[in-house]
């Protein structure tokens, strides 16, 4: 017998989240508790982004409670042990679309796999003890507020940072002046315009950015996320390393962009592709193109930012990550799993993701379906 339990996490954020798509000022997901009859308890999560995604909360609940939970059920009545490889293929078949219902589901199957044999998911995922340093984003703001954010990231140990362009290209290059004007040289940069500019407008802007920053990191998805030309036309005519990030949602997207060579980095996100799984694949066959990976965020909690974190430590080529969602959330939160020391991630070393209780003042029960 299983036991889910759908429930709404809601955190305020330290300052609103800007980007050229939206702004936000509360980090609010969907989560899951899938449970055994043998006391196991696994945990998912699913972030909203209705303006990348198309999901809503509405939308993750439904799936969960109908078409995912079938599948467990159907699997519960043929009487078959757990197999996580099964119920993987049948959630990702199960529905068209909906990524983030489908990685929420897919992060507490894995979880629950790990915890039944007791090992951090990370092990059972081939991973490494290698460190993981992490970015903070600085949001879409005037350029005196992004140079005040960006010194405090500085402050408080960072030694990368994310800043979020695109709206407006000309207060874009006084922002990123500004910036770089409040922290050390040695600082990294990385630019992200989520679709903000057209091809043209992308190389001039980051002809201009270059003459600020010479030695950007990347700049992430300067085009609209359908424009593959546009994007492979950027690449082709800047110096700075080009990241696709929304362009990049599925396995036959990473192909057209792998074959039309139309850029030189990939930002993979548990919740555009869809969960674990396909991500491992999305993340393989990069390297066969000598094209790396960074392993990026939505707007989450601890609870998929470590089912993240597991991969990225198991996967040579997740390369980078931006798992920095749980870092802007006002209050430091005391929710188990990977933890952090500023830039510096540390995965649990208990089993599964390590995430056995929620915080219950930050998290509201919507719905209980027994199996």
Known sequence: MYRLEIGQVDLPLRTPFTTALRSVDHLSSMVLCIESKDGIKAYGEAAPTEVITGESKESIAACWAGRFADVLRTHQSRGKNFDLRFLVQAIQNSVQGNTSAKAGFEIALYDYWAKSIGRPLSDLLGGSSRQLLNDLTISLASPETMAKAAKTAIERGYQTLKLKVGQDSALDLLRIQAVVDAVPAGTSLRLDANQGWTAKEAIQRIREIEQIVPHLDFIEQPVSARDFAGLKAVKESVNSLIMADESCFSPHDLIRLLELRACDLLNLKLMKCGGLSTAIQMAELAELYEIPCMLGCMLESNISVSAAAHLAAAIPNI???????????????????????AAELKLNSTAGLGINSLEPQNYTVLKEIIL
């Open 319 to 341: 390369q980078l990550i931006d798992l920095d969602g749980p870092c802007l959330i006002a209050e430091p939160s005391t929710l188990e799993g990977v933890s952090f020391a």
